[in-house]
Structure formats: structure tokens, C-alpha cells
């Protein structure tokens, strides 16, 4: 969680209270954008899948057959996508995340700043989804897709991130 600190002075005496009234008014509204699969945004064999890929899987050891080609239900190894993305933009969230408070403070529309916070949250997992995130996939995954890209095989996950704010519908 990332905190939004300020410091407020008066130029005259009894002006505090009434830049405490403006501040509360721009501070109303959203108070979290959510980035991610937010509930109620993605199908819950999406947020499924990535949850495994996430976090990694033992494996099933059950046997499948995909595309023709048997597989053996095998691990999946933890490619911790979204908490890498976060990580990796941390300084970009937070300098954005200053940027919107300035905005407010004086004056602009925190929902539209948190809109845009939450784009650029949704970017970040995005890019890293696309960058091939390791361990590589094993040869059998590879045969198994057609492709050696991780994290990626019909898009859907990639699609699914998205963003919500809070409070609003």
C-alpha cells in the first residue's frame, strides 16, 4: 500500500479550516483502484488459471490430451506476474500516484487521476505478461501449445487484466 502524505499552510489566520473543506471535497470519491482480475471484471476460469500460474502448482499427474498431444498433468512452476509487474513499476506508480495528488490538491478530478492509475497498473502486468516472464516453458508445454511464450496461450488472461475503481460502478 502506497500512503499519500501532505503538508498544509495557512497564509492567514482562519484559512485552515477552509483548506481542510476543499481538500476533503477533492479527496472524495474512489479511494482504491484495483488492478489486476477485480472481482466482478474477470471469468472465474480466468482468475483460476492465473492464480496457478501465479503461485505454481504441484501438478495433477492425471493425464490430458490437448491439440492431439497427451500430457501428464505435470507442475506448474510459480511466475508471479502481477506482484513482478508492481515491483518492477514501483517507482512509475509512485511518481504517478504523487502527480495525482498534486492534481487534486489543486483542484482536478481525482476520479480521472485513479483512472489513469489504474491503466497504468493494467500496462505494467500487461508488459510483463508479454515479456516472457521465466522459468521457460518445458518442451512438452511448448509442444503442447505451439509456442514457447509463457503465461500466454489463447490470450485470455492477457485480456482480462484490467482495473476498477472502487466505489464506483
Same mark, same amino acid.
Do not use: C
Given at each position: 500500500m502506497i500512503r499519500v502524505r501532505?503538508?498544509?499552510?495557512?497564509?492567514?489566520?482562519?484559512?485552515?479550516?477552509?483548506?481542510?473543506a476543499e481538500l476533503r471535497t477533492a479527496f472524495s470519491g474512489p479511494k482504491e483502484v484495483k488492478v489486476g482480475l477485480p472481482v466482478g471484471?474477470?471469468?472465474?476460469?480466468?482468475?483460476?488459471?492465473a492464480f496457478f500460474n501465479h503461485f505454481g502448482t504441484k501438478g495433477s499427474g492425471k493425464g490430458f490430451v490437448r491439440n492431439g498431444i497427451g500430457g501428464f498433468g505435470g507442475p506448474i512452476p510459480a511466475r508471479p506476474f502481477i506482484k513482478a509487474a508492481m515491483f518492477e513499476g514501483q517507482g512509475e506508480v509512485k511518481a504517478a500516484m504523487q502527480s495525482v495528488a498534486k492534481i487534486t490538491?489543486? $483542484?482536478?478530478?481525482?476520479?480521472?487521476?485513479?483512472? %489513469? /492509475?489504474?491503466?497504468l497498473g493494467q500496462n505494467l502486468i500487461q508488459d510483463k505478461i508479454?515479456?516472457?516472464?521465466?522459468?521457460?516453458?518445458?518442451?512438452?508445454?511448448?509442444?503442447?501449445?505451439?509456442?514457447?511464450?509463457?503465461?500466454?496461450?489463447? $490470450?485470455r488472461l492477457f485480456g482480462s487484466i484490467t482495473? %476498477? /475503481?472502487?466505489?464506483?460502478t
Amino acid at each position: 500500500m502506497i500512503r499519500v502524505r501532505m503538508n498544509v499552510s495557512t497564509v492567514k489566520k482562519g484559512d485552515l479550516e477552509k483548506k481542510l473543506a476543499e481538500l476533503r471535497t477533492a479527496f472524495s470519491g474512489p479511494k482504491e483502484v484495483k488492478v489486476g482480475l477485480p472481482v466482478g471484471k474477470a471469468d472465474a476460469n480466468v482468475i483460476e488459471y492465473a492464480f496457478f500460474n501465479h503461485f505454481g502448482t504441484k501438478g495433477s499427474g492425471k493425464g490430458f490430451v490437448r491439440n492431439g498431444i497427451g500430457g501428464f498433468g505435470g507442475p506448474i512452476p510459480a511466475r508471479p506476474f502481477i506482484k513482478a509487474a508492481m515491483f518492477e513499476g514501483q517507482g512509475e506508480v509512485k511518481a504517478a500516484m504523487q502527480s495525482v495528488a498534486k492534481i487534486t490538491i489543486n $483542484g482536478g478530478d481525482l476520479q480521472a487521476g485513479m483512472m %489513469k /492509475l489504474g491503466l497504468l497498473g493494467q500496462n505494467l502486468i500487461q508488459d510483463k505478461i508479454k515479456s516472457g516472464m521465466a522459468p521457460a516453458n518445458s518442451p512438452l508445454t511448448i509442444k503442447i501449445k505451439g509456442s514457447s511464450g509463457t503465461l500466454r496461450d489463447e $490470450g485470455r488472461l492477457f485480456g482480462s487484466i484490467t482495473w %476498477k /475503481l472502487d466505489g464506483v460502478t
